[in-house]
């Protein structure tokens, strides 16, 4: 089975700065999808980006950006001028047939 | 907007009850799983479903069982609670990669927290 780890537990940002929030996977697949999910504290899971494998262009959104680097099985999250709504649980996650989550890495966003 | 509905979102059972936790999607996907979500595990997946009657288990199904009787619905259900099964339990839908369209995006309930005493 696909394993997804997320090495940092907990980080802190200042409002407005930039923070990189880490991935990594184990798979021998060649396709598949990436994700990253936020849950705030009111605990709805969120999607926040997505990547597909075999786009080798970096997936964006606003804010959010990834680091995709498949031949490392590196998939890292960049939040830029972080907010104090982006203070919330985040997971990367990987889906072939089925979704695997890694553990989560708690983010403060400190004003 | 797709609405996943878990039936109940706070739960409490005595140990060796029988739990069912129901959730219904409104959005004909044919995917839809359980995950139990415990502090500095992240989520892990309990069972999932590609369709009506079919079943895989995935990391964590010991104590678990699950029912597809309708595209819309996913049962979980714990046989005999026990006090390692209380935990926050979420459920998702996703439509089959397959289909037009379809980001792989999961769709998730609330959640239900279920403490068993």
């Known amino acids: 089975a696909q394993t997804v780890t997320q090495s940092q537990p907990e980080m802190s940002v200042q409002e407005a700065e930039t923070v990189t929030l880490s991935c990594t996977y184990d798979?021998?697949?060649?396709?598949?999808?990436l994700f990253w999910y936020k849950q705030p504290p009111s605990r709805q899971m969120i999607l926040v980006i997505r990547?597909?494998?075999?786009?080798?262009q970096n997936a964006t959104e606003n804010r959010f950006s990834v680091n995709f680097q498949k031949a490392a099985k590196s998939f890292s999250l960049k939040i830029s001028d972080s907010q104090l709504g982006d203070t919330a649980m985040y997971f990367c996650?990987?889906?072939?047939?089925?979704?695997?989550f890694g553990a989560g890495t708690r983010l403060t966003v400190k004003p | 907007d797709v609405k996943v509905t878990q039936s109940s979102r706070y739960l409490v059972k005595r140990t060796g009850e029988k739990v069912f936790l129901e959730c219904v999607q409104d959005?004909?996907?044919?995917?839809m799983f359980w995950y139990r979500q415990d502090p500095g595990l992240g989520l892990r997946l309990i069972y999932f479903?590609?369709?009506?009657?079919?079943?895989e288990k995935g990391d964590i199904p010991e104590g678990y069982s699950v029912s597809r009787e309708k595209k819309e619905r996913f049962s979980l259900i714990l046989e005999s609670a026990s006090t390692n099964q209380t935990s926050m339990y979420l459920c998702?839908?996703?439509?089959?990669?397959?289909?037009?369209?379809?980001?792989?995006?999961?769709?998730f309930g609330e959640g239900s927290r279920l403490t068993v005493l």
């Open positions: 996650a990987f889906m072939r047939n089925d979704m695997r």
């Open positions: 959005m004909d996907h044919e995917n």
């Open positions: 798979t021998s697949e060649n396709n598949y999808y």
């Open positions: 990547q597909e494998a075999y786009k080798q």
């Open positions: 998702a839908s996703t439509p089959s990669l397959g289909t037009s369209g379809n980001t792989g995006e999961l769709f």
């Open positions: 479903s590609y369709d009506v009657k079919m079943k």
